[in-house]
């Protein structure tokens, strides 16, 4: 099976695909082209298949001289925001967990629909203080970063007041493993399972969960956060990805609506949560 670039390399990709447009349509060859700023022969070739980024300079020269500086400004937006979609924990955590969980607020308080699906884990919108600590204990743990705690879980218990300010949406969908991934002792659990029967009594927010038996339409995935439809945030193993090119985050629109066909709401989810209290 082929290893599937990631969205920022697919990012990049399709920038370049839209430079070697321009280029083309401007009756250009790349070797023309190289020769116009006295570039390498190949910096054309690495720019268009995505093996280097084009500076902003190299942007404005490109477009000058393809004569598509109406193009200029389009072209610099998206090749900055590919820059900032990938960012890796480590530089992300480099001043704490604290600062990181804080730096989600803006996003979060701007944001008047929030989709969330999560696989393994209860999202932090809805932890309780015992599991939140838990879970970024292991965080700090695993990544050997600097012990922010006790402050960490404090900023990330502080974000939840969005839950009850504001005019927000929330439409979420767990897979029913969630409920069931032992985080802290069987207390924590308990006390998190309930927190996530109040939660879900509130008007304002739809909880949906996948039972972990039923047919499926489409499979698990990493974790991802729709913010209306501009931004999506995807948390993997050694790096989040911020996405807002539209094309992409239709994908997970999509993907979002199949997995909410496929959870049960009301009493069903009730019934699988207070199975899993039973279980413990």
Not at 33 to 54: G, N, R
Not at 204 to 222: D, F, N, Q, Y
């Amino acid at each position: 099976m082929s290893v599937q670039p990631n969205p920022s390399q697919r990012a990049k990709e399709d920038l370049g695909i839209r430079l070697r447009d321009i280029r083309k349509d401007a009756r250009l060859t790349g070797r023309a082209l190289a020769e116009v700023w006295d570039w390498h022969h190949t910096k054309v070739s690495k720019i268009e298949h995505a093996v280097t980024s084009p500076s902003d300079d190299d942007l404005q020269k490109w477009c000058h001289a393809c004569k598509a500086d109406d193009q200029l400004d389009d072209l610099v937006a998206s090749a900055r925001a590919i820059e900032s979609m990938y960012v890796e924990w480590r530089r992300a955590w480099r001043f704490g967990l604290k600062h990181n969980q804080r730096t989600r607020n803006a996003l979060h308080e701007r944001s008047k629909l929030l989709r969330i699906y999560e696989p393994g884990l209860v999202p932090g919108l809805f932890q309780t203080a015992e599991y939140a600590t838990t879970v970024l204990s292991r965080v700090i743990e695993f990544n050997q970063i600097r012990n922010d705690l006790d402050e960490a879980v404090a900023a990330r218990l502080d974000r939840q007041r969005f839950l009850y300010s504001g005019d927000r949406r929330f439409l979420v969908v767990l897979e029913e493993q969630a409920l069931k991934t032992r985080v802290g002792d069987a207390e924590t659990m308990h006390c998190q399972l309930d927190r996530l029967l109040v939660v879900m009594s509130l008007p304002w927010v739809s909880l949906g969960i996948i039972p972990a038996m039923s047919e499926r339409k489409i499979w698990t995935s990493a974790g991802f956060w729709i913010f209306d439809k501009g931004t999506v945030r995807v948390e993997t193993p050694s790096a989040e990805l911020t996405i807002t090119q539209r094309g992409e985050i239709a994908v997970y629109e999509k993907r979002f609506a199949w997995l909410q066909e496929m959870a049960v709401y009301g009493v069903g989810t009730k019934n699988l949560v207070r199975r899993a209290m039973e279980e413990l």
